[in-house]
């Protein structure tokens, strides 16, 4: 049945997923002993919107670059993953991080048009730059505008320099404001790297999560060297960049610091389009309408019991 539904590119499809985000936001505002007072909806449904918006994104990056075929599987899929992350509504600072690295991705995917270039390359080092001064560790995520750039046009040196432009005139500019507002430069957090990996093997939830995750991305991994021949270079090259993204997300979940939280967010957008994928091969649609509603039932389970 679910898979009927989202195995068709259709507008009610989005509206579900509202509905679906709604839900998720509903229970966490009940959840615990939380009090419904206007000072807590102003802080949480700004990261509600930012999550209803960063699906439109996604959706359109999709859709866009044919990620999937003509299917909703990916827009479900990354509605109910958000939902693996309960307390995603109080972190509005990894949410801003996912959107600006959304925008840094559809502007790299879209190189291969080999139009306007070095503007798409500037914007994709200006919206990465920025989510660094979120968290320094982000700068990883640099790897992946030079994977694009060796991917779709590396015979221009010139490109090569523009991601150490862009990222220059953000700095700068921080920098700037550092100084006007005399905060020391040198004891700031953006410049300070902690090289220890940040994993706890106390957190089984997030254990739980994370060995969901790369099975989910194994199996893609199989299926995607099993067709590697029948796809178009330019659908090969997106994939690689796809899977670049999820590489890069690994390194920076590992390595983020303790005060970014539920930083298995920035995994959502290649999972999403890896577990579509996934779906798309699958020939028994009752195993594709399983998997899905296991998924939600887990998803719905962890906002349940937050904790």
Same mark, same amino acid.
């Given at each position: 049945m !679910?898979? *009927? &539904? @989202?195995?068709? *590119?259709?507008?009610?499809? @989005? !509206? /579900?997923? !509202?509905? !679906? /985000? /709604? &839900?998720?936001f509903v229970m966490h505002l009940f959840s615990g002993d939380k009090m419904l007072v206007s000072e807590l909806l102003s802080l949480e449904v700004p990261v509600l919107l930012l999550l209803l918006f960063s699906l439109f994104v996604m959706n359109f990056i999709v859709k866009k670059n044919d990620l999937t075929q003509q299917n909703d599987f990916a827009l479900l899929i990354a509605t109910i993953f958000i939902g693996l992350f309960p307390s995603i509504f109080e972190n509005i600072k990894i949410v801003c991080i996912y959107l600006l690295l959304l925008f840094a991705f559809r502007r790299i995917i879209t190189l291969g048009s080999l139009r306007s270039v070095k503007q798409k390359i500037f914007d994709a080092s200006l919206f990465v730059s920025t989510a660094v001064l979120f968290d320094s560790w982000i700068v990883v995520y640099f790897i992946l505008i030079y994977v694009g750039i060796l991917a779709y046009v590396s015979n221009d040196y010139k490109n090569w320099l523009v991601p150490i432009v862009g990222s220059t005139v953000v700095f700068s500019l921080y920098i700037v404001y550092l100084y006007l507002t005399q905060q020391d430069i040198f004891t700031n957090p953006l410049f300070q790297f902690d090289l220890k990996i940040d994993y706890s093997i106390k957190n089984y939830r997030r254990i739980a999560l994370h060995l969901v995750i790369t099975l989910l991305f194994s199996i893609n991994f199989v299926i995607f060297f099993l067709k590697y021949k029948t796809y178009s270079s330019q659908k090969k090259i997106s994939f690689l960049l796809s899977k670049m993204l999820f590489f890069i997300g690994i390194t920076y979940v590992l390595f983020a610091k303790n005060i970014t939280h539920n930083t298995e967010l920035l995994l959502l957008f290649p999972l999403a389009i890896f577990m579509a994928n996934l779906l798309e091969n699958i020939e028994n649609k009752r195993i594709s309408d399983i998997l899905l509603l296991l998924l939600m039932i887990v998803s719905f389970l962890f906002n349940i019991y937050p904790k």
């Open positions: !679910i898979t *009927s &539904v @989202f195995g068709k *590119s259709k507008p009610i499809n @989005f !509206i /579900l997923c !509202i509905g !679906i /985000l /709604l &839900v998720y």
